[in-house]
Protein backbone atom coordinates (compact mmCIF):
# COMPACT_ATOMS: atom_id res chain seq x y z
CA UNK A 1 0.00 0.00 0.00
CA UNK A 2 1.61 3.05 -1.43
CA UNK A 3 1.51 6.31 1.44
CA UNK A 4 2.84 9.54 1.74
CA UNK A 5 2.96 12.27 4.68
CA UNK A 6 3.93 15.60 5.60
CA UNK A 7 5.33 16.90 8.23
CA UNK A 8 6.50 20.21 9.44
CA UNK A 9 5.92 23.69 11.35
CA UNK A 10 2.30 24.70 10.74
CA UNK A 11 3.32 28.71 11.64
CA UNK A 12 6.70 29.99 10.19
CA UNK A 13 7.53 33.86 10.65
CA UNK A 14 8.40 35.83 7.55
CA UNK A 15 12.40 35.71 6.30
CA UNK A 16 12.66 32.50 7.86
CA UNK A 17 12.95 29.12 6.21
CA UNK A 18 10.25 26.57 5.85
CA UNK A 19 11.30 22.77 5.68
CA UNK A 20 8.58 20.29 5.00
CA UNK A 21 9.38 16.66 5.10
CA UNK A 22 7.28 13.62 3.41
CA UNK A 23 7.66 9.90 4.51
CA UNK A 24 6.64 7.29 2.01
CA UNK A 25 5.86 3.92 2.38
CA UNK A 26 4.63 1.15 0.02
CA UNK A 27 7.53 1.92 -2.90
CA UNK A 28 10.97 2.92 -3.17
CA UNK A 29 13.11 5.85 -4.14
CA UNK A 30 15.38 4.14 -5.58
CA UNK A 31 13.02 2.76 -8.28
CA UNK A 32 14.70 3.94 -11.46
CA UNK A 33 10.67 4.94 -12.43
CA UNK A 34 9.18 6.54 -8.94
CA UNK A 35 10.07 10.00 -7.60
CA UNK A 36 8.12 12.58 -5.10
CA UNK A 37 6.70 16.11 -6.17
CA UNK A 38 6.07 18.88 -3.67
CA UNK A 39 2.81 20.54 -5.00
CA UNK A 40 1.12 23.49 -2.68
CA UNK A 41 -2.34 25.25 -2.75
CA UNK A 42 -3.02 28.60 -1.42
CA UNK A 43 -6.44 28.76 0.38
CA UNK A 44 -9.23 28.82 -2.14
CA UNK A 45 -6.77 28.64 -5.43
CA UNK A 46 -5.04 26.44 -7.78
CA UNK A 47 -2.30 23.82 -7.21
CA UNK A 48 0.94 24.85 -7.84
CA UNK A 49 3.95 22.56 -8.50
CA UNK A 50 6.81 22.86 -6.83
CA UNK A 51 9.36 20.72 -7.29
CA UNK A 52 10.24 16.65 -8.02
CA UNK A 53 13.00 14.58 -7.42
CA UNK A 54 14.01 11.12 -8.76
CA UNK A 55 15.70 8.28 -7.85
CA UNK A 56 18.96 9.57 -9.75
CA UNK A 57 18.71 12.26 -7.96
CA UNK A 58 17.42 14.07 -10.71
CA UNK A 59 15.84 17.68 -9.68
CA UNK A 60 13.32 20.04 -11.49
CA UNK A 61 11.93 22.86 -9.84
CA UNK A 62 10.00 25.88 -10.64
CA UNK A 63 11.67 28.49 -12.03
CA UNK A 64 9.22 31.15 -9.81
CA UNK A 65 10.60 29.98 -6.82
CA UNK A 66 13.67 28.40 -8.09
CA UNK A 67 16.33 30.37 -6.05
CA UNK A 68 14.25 29.75 -2.83
CA UNK A 69 13.70 26.51 -2.94
CA UNK A 70 15.59 22.78 -2.56
CA UNK A 71 14.75 19.59 -2.67
CA UNK A 72 16.37 16.79 -1.30
CA UNK A 73 16.44 12.94 -0.08
CA UNK A 74 16.20 13.00 3.59
CA UNK A 75 18.66 10.86 5.75
CA UNK A 76 16.07 8.14 6.09
CA UNK A 77 15.91 5.94 2.49
CA UNK A 78 11.96 6.93 2.27
CA UNK A 79 12.02 10.90 3.29
CA UNK A 80 12.03 13.60 0.40
CA UNK A 81 12.71 17.15 1.87
CA UNK A 82 11.69 20.49 1.23
CA UNK A 83 13.24 23.44 1.88
CA UNK A 84 11.45 27.33 0.77
CA UNK A 85 13.69 30.39 2.16
CA UNK A 86 12.53 33.63 2.98
CA UNK A 87 9.02 32.92 3.26
CA UNK A 88 6.63 35.40 3.08
CA UNK A 89 2.20 35.58 3.72
CA UNK A 90 2.34 34.39 0.30
CA UNK A 91 3.87 30.86 0.92
CA UNK A 92 0.67 30.35 3.21
CA UNK A 93 -1.32 27.21 1.94
CA UNK A 94 -1.61 23.37 1.74
CA UNK A 95 1.78 21.44 0.87
CA UNK A 96 1.33 18.42 -0.61
CA UNK A 97 3.64 15.88 -1.18
CA UNK A 98 2.98 13.23 -3.97
CA UNK A 99 4.94 10.13 -5.63
CA UNK A 100 5.87 11.01 -9.57
CA UNK A 101 6.09 8.14 -12.07
CA UNK A 102 7.47 8.66 -15.49
CA UNK A 103 8.41 6.31 -18.41
CA UNK A 104 11.91 6.19 -20.00
CA UNK A 105 12.39 6.35 -23.53
CA UNK A 106 15.26 4.39 -24.43
CA UNK A 107 15.69 5.91 -27.87
CA UNK A 108 16.02 9.11 -26.81
CA UNK A 109 17.07 9.15 -23.08
CA UNK A 110 14.13 11.29 -22.22
CA UNK A 111 11.27 10.77 -20.04
CA UNK A 112 7.96 10.64 -20.69
CA UNK A 113 4.32 9.99 -19.24
CA UNK A 114 4.91 12.21 -15.83
CA UNK A 115 1.77 10.44 -13.91
CA UNK A 116 1.35 12.10 -10.35
CA UNK A 117 -0.37 8.85 -8.82
CA UNK A 118 -0.63 8.84 -5.17
CA UNK A 119 -0.99 11.65 -2.63
CA UNK A 120 -0.19 12.76 0.97
CA UNK A 121 -3.02 13.94 2.92
CA UNK A 122 -1.15 17.76 3.04
CA UNK A 123 0.26 19.91 5.54
CA UNK A 124 -1.50 23.27 6.34
CA UNK A 125 1.21 26.14 6.75
CA UNK A 126 0.51 29.76 7.61
CA UNK A 127 3.40 32.74 7.57
CA UNK A 128 3.05 35.17 9.62
CA UNK A 129 4.71 37.36 12.34
CA UNK B 1 1.46 30.59 -13.46
CA UNK B 2 -1.09 28.57 -15.34
CA UNK B 3 0.17 27.55 -18.46
CA UNK B 4 -2.98 25.19 -18.83
CA UNK B 5 -6.50 26.57 -19.53
CA UNK B 6 -9.52 25.54 -17.75
CA UNK B 7 -12.96 26.56 -17.70
CA UNK B 8 -13.11 28.24 -14.13
CA UNK B 9 -16.66 26.37 -13.87
CA UNK B 10 -19.28 23.40 -14.75
CA UNK B 11 -22.29 22.58 -14.18
CA UNK B 12 -24.81 20.05 -15.07
CA UNK B 13 -28.18 18.24 -13.42
CA UNK B 14 -28.02 14.74 -12.06
CA UNK B 15 -27.52 12.11 -14.44
CA UNK B 16 -26.07 14.46 -17.02
CA UNK B 17 -22.91 14.45 -19.38
CA UNK B 18 -20.49 17.33 -18.45
CA UNK B 19 -17.27 17.79 -20.11
CA UNK B 20 -14.31 19.70 -18.57
CA UNK B 21 -11.56 21.38 -21.26
CA UNK B 22 -8.38 21.54 -20.56
CA UNK B 23 -5.78 24.00 -23.45
CA UNK B 24 -2.07 24.07 -23.93
CA UNK B 25 0.37 23.94 -25.72
CA UNK B 26 3.07 21.49 -28.05
CA UNK B 27 5.54 21.25 -25.60
CA UNK B 28 3.22 19.90 -22.73
CA UNK B 29 -0.14 18.35 -23.55
CA UNK B 30 1.04 18.68 -27.60
CA UNK B 31 3.81 16.32 -26.38
CA UNK B 32 3.04 14.76 -22.92
CA UNK B 33 -0.22 12.36 -21.55
CA UNK B 34 -2.33 14.28 -19.50
CA UNK B 35 -3.09 13.51 -15.50
CA UNK B 36 -6.82 14.31 -14.49
CA UNK B 37 -7.29 15.26 -10.29
CA UNK B 38 -10.80 15.44 -8.30
CA UNK B 39 -10.23 17.58 -4.97
CA UNK B 40 -13.10 17.50 -2.58
CA UNK B 41 -13.40 20.17 -0.12
CA UNK B 42 -10.59 19.91 2.67
CA UNK B 43 -9.19 16.85 1.19
CA UNK B 44 -5.85 16.12 -1.15
CA UNK B 45 -6.71 15.77 -5.32
CA UNK B 46 -7.03 12.09 -6.16
CA UNK B 47 -5.85 10.50 -9.41
CA UNK B 48 -8.86 10.15 -11.82
CA UNK B 49 -7.37 9.81 -15.16
CA UNK B 50 -3.34 9.05 -16.03
CA UNK B 51 -1.60 8.43 -19.82
CA UNK B 52 -4.67 10.27 -21.16
CA UNK B 53 -7.69 8.20 -20.82
CA UNK B 54 -6.36 5.39 -18.59
CA UNK B 55 -8.72 5.08 -15.28
CA UNK B 56 -6.69 3.78 -11.57
CA UNK B 57 -8.41 0.90 -10.10
CA UNK B 58 -11.31 2.13 -8.14
CA UNK B 59 -12.15 5.00 -10.06
CA UNK B 60 -15.57 5.09 -11.71
CA UNK B 61 -15.96 4.23 -15.68
CA UNK B 62 -18.23 7.45 -15.62
CA UNK B 63 -15.55 9.51 -16.00
CA UNK B 64 -13.02 9.66 -18.99
CA UNK B 65 -10.47 11.15 -20.47
CA UNK B 66 -9.39 12.14 -23.77
CA UNK B 67 -6.89 14.59 -25.58
CA UNK B 68 -6.55 15.53 -28.81
CA UNK B 69 -3.60 18.18 -29.95
CA UNK B 70 -2.80 20.29 -27.65
CA UNK B 71 -5.96 19.99 -25.78
CA UNK B 72 -7.73 17.48 -23.56
CA UNK B 73 -11.14 16.98 -21.66
CA UNK B 74 -12.34 14.93 -19.03
CA UNK B 75 -15.93 14.00 -19.70
CA UNK B 76 -18.31 12.69 -16.60
CA UNK B 77 -21.56 10.89 -17.59
CA UNK B 78 -23.99 9.59 -14.90
CA UNK B 79 -23.55 12.95 -12.75
CA UNK B 80 -24.03 12.12 -9.00
CA UNK B 81 -23.92 15.04 -6.15
CA UNK B 82 -20.66 13.69 -4.83
CA UNK B 83 -18.86 14.58 -8.29
CA UNK B 84 -19.14 18.02 -7.12
CA UNK B 85 -15.71 19.12 -6.79
CA UNK B 86 -12.93 20.97 -8.10
CA UNK B 87 -11.20 18.94 -11.69
CA UNK B 88 -7.51 19.99 -12.12
CA UNK B 89 -5.60 19.19 -15.46
CA UNK B 90 -1.66 18.34 -15.19
CA UNK B 91 1.19 17.50 -17.48
CA UNK B 92 4.18 17.84 -18.07
CA UNK B 93 6.24 20.73 -20.15
CA UNK B 94 9.25 19.62 -22.07
CA UNK B 95 10.25 22.97 -22.67
CA UNK B 96 10.24 24.24 -19.39
CA UNK B 97 11.35 21.12 -17.36
CA UNK B 98 8.17 21.67 -15.13
CA UNK B 99 4.88 19.97 -13.98
CA UNK B 100 2.16 22.12 -15.08
CA UNK B 101 -1.39 22.40 -13.59
CA UNK B 102 -4.28 23.99 -14.66
CA UNK B 103 -6.12 26.46 -12.89
CA UNK B 104 -8.83 24.23 -12.03
CA UNK B 105 -12.71 23.98 -12.43
CA UNK B 106 -15.14 23.93 -9.84
CA UNK B 107 -18.20 21.46 -11.20
CA UNK B 108 -21.64 22.31 -9.29
CA UNK B 109 -23.97 19.66 -9.58
CA UNK B 110 -27.48 21.44 -9.41
Known amino acids: QVTLKESGPALVKPTETLTLTCTVS??????????VSWIRQPPGKALEWLAH???????SSSPFLKSRLSISKGTSKSQVVLSLTNVHPVDSGTYFC?????????????????????WGPGTTVTVSS | QSALTQPPSASGTPGQRVSISCSGGSSNIGSQTVNWFQQLPGMAPRLLIY???DRPSGVPDRFTGSKSGTSASLAISGLQSDDEANYYC???????????FGGGTKLTVL
Open chain 1, 98 to 118: ARTTRMHDILTGGYHSYDVDF
Open chain 1, 26 to 35: GFSLNSIRMG
Open chain 2, 51 to 53: NNN
Open chain 2, 90 to 100: ATWDDSLNIML
Open chain 1, 53 to 59: IFSNDEI
